[in-house]
Every structure is written in structure tokens, then in C-alpha cells.
């Protein structure tokens, strides 16, 4: 299965401020996601990662909040932009296999002040 | 939005008993994952099975998925302290976006 990092595994930022988080994987692979979990709730897709392809934003979601880049294969990063303290959530990104099985980086802790 | 509905929200058994966990969705589906959650750390896979299937095992983990009822429950035998975490399905409708149920919080009791 493919190795997930991501950068960093916490930060606590203020309010307006922008935090630019990164995820890398261990081999190539066509798609990567985004996702938000909010305290005490489950996961919500926030867009899907495409290379050579600007992402698609689900419902609720928008790019200038949320910019993301994916400049290769192996790398994407997820831009929180002027913060607010509803913005403290973990964020996680997540490739998908060719057996369609997802697996998950270990998550980026925001919290926002 | 959430496609799936786990039951029970919570769940709190004896070491060594059996855990069930429920998962029902409302569309058709390629595929549902089930993945684990220890205090909002990463999530680790379990299993995935695919809408032919019916059940699936791992190790201690069972999975059963009923299109026709359109649920998929997971079984965790002779449960561990280890086994306290949160459990979450995840549905593949084939457009290979996953859509997380709200979890079911599982604790192992000494």
C-alpha cells in the first residue's frame, strides 16, 4: 500500500492567516483527495486532485479558500486560506490504488485562533 | 453530504466479547471500505468490498454487505483494548470519491 506523509502534523495559526499543508506519497498515483473532519465528525471531502487538471470542489467548498496544487504525481498541497477559528479541523489527504482501495496520510491538526 | 449511517453511534462492550457495527447507504455502489480511527489520528484501512461480494474476512474482522438492504456490517471478534477506536464506512459509488459515514465509537472495556 502507498506510504502517506504530510506536513506538518499540527500548527496552531490566528485568525486571517493562510497555512499551506503538503502531502506526499511514496509512488505515483492518478488521484488524490482532500478531506476536513471537523471535531467529533466524520470525514468531508473538501476536492479531488487531478495532475495536469485543475481540482474539482465539492459542494460547500471553494477555490479560493481552498487552493490546491498537484504538480506531479507524488505530491499535493491543500491551502487553508484566511483562517478562522471554523477552520480548526484535521485535514487529510488520501491517494487511491489501482485495487480502488483509498488509503489515508496521517492527517495535519489546525487549530485557529 | 453523508451517504452512510453507521449504528450504534457508540458502543461499549467487555474485553473479549464480539462488536458489531452497522453501515447503511442510499445509493448504488461499486465498492464500501471500512477503516479504523484511534483519537483522531489517522485512519487505517480494514477492508473493501466490492458490491458482488457478500462477505469478507480479516483476521478478527468480518464484513457482510446486503445491496438488496443496501447496509454492510462489520464484525470484530474476541475484541482487545487495542480494538477502542472509532469506525467509519466509506462508499464508492464509481465516480472513485469515497463518502464517509458519522462513525461508530467503539469502547473495550477491562
Known amino acids: 500500500s502507498a506510504v502517506i506523509s504530510q506536513k506538518p502534523s499540527r500548527d496552531i495559526c490566528q485568525r486571517g492567516t493562510s497555512l499551506t499543508i503538503q502531502c506526499q506519497v511514496d509512488?505515483?498515483?492518478?488521484?488524490m483527495f482532500w478531506y476536513r473532519q471537523q471535531p467529533g465528525q466524520s470525514l468531508t471531502l473538501i476536492a479531488t486532485a487531478n495532475q495536469g487538471s485543475e481540482a474539482t470542489y465539492e459542494s460547500g467548498f471553494v477555490i479560493d479558500k481552498f487552493p490546491i496544487s498537484r504538480p506531479n504525481l507524488t505530491f499535493s498541497t491543500l491551502t487553508v486560506s484566511n483562517m478562522s477559528p471554523e477552520d480548526s479541523s484535521i485535514y487529510l489527504c488520501?491517494?487511491?490504488?489501482?485495487?480502488?482501495?483509498?488509503?489515508f496520510g496521517p492527517g495535519t491538526r489546525l487549530t485557529v485562533l | 453530504s453523508q451517504q452512510g449511517e453507521e449504528d450504534p453511534q457508540a458502543l461499549s462492550i467487555q474485553e473479549g466479547e464480539n462488536a458489531t457495527m452497522n453501515c447503511s447507504y442510499k445509493t448504488s455502489i461499486n465498492n464500501l471500505q471500512w477503516y479504523r480511527q484511534n483519537s483522531g489520528r489517522g485512519l487505517v484501512h480494514l477492508i473493501l468490498?466490492?458490491?458482488?461480494?457478500r462477505e469478507k474476512h480479516s483476521g478478527r474482522l468480518r464484513v457482510t454487505l446486503d445491496t438488496s438492504k443496501k447496509s454492510s456490517s462489520l464484525l470484530i471478534t474476541a475484541s482487545r483494548a487495542a480494538d477502542t477506536a472509532s469506525y467509519f464506512c466509506a462508499t464508492d459509488a464509481g465516480d472513485d470519491k469515497i463518502i464517509f459515514g458519522k462513525g461508530t465509537r467503539l469502547h473495550i472495556l477491562p
Open positions: 509512488s505515483q498515483v492518478t488521484m
Open positions: 488520501s491517494v487511491e490504488e489501482p485495487t480502488d482501495t483509498q488509503y
Open positions: 468490498i466490492r458490491s458482488n461480494e
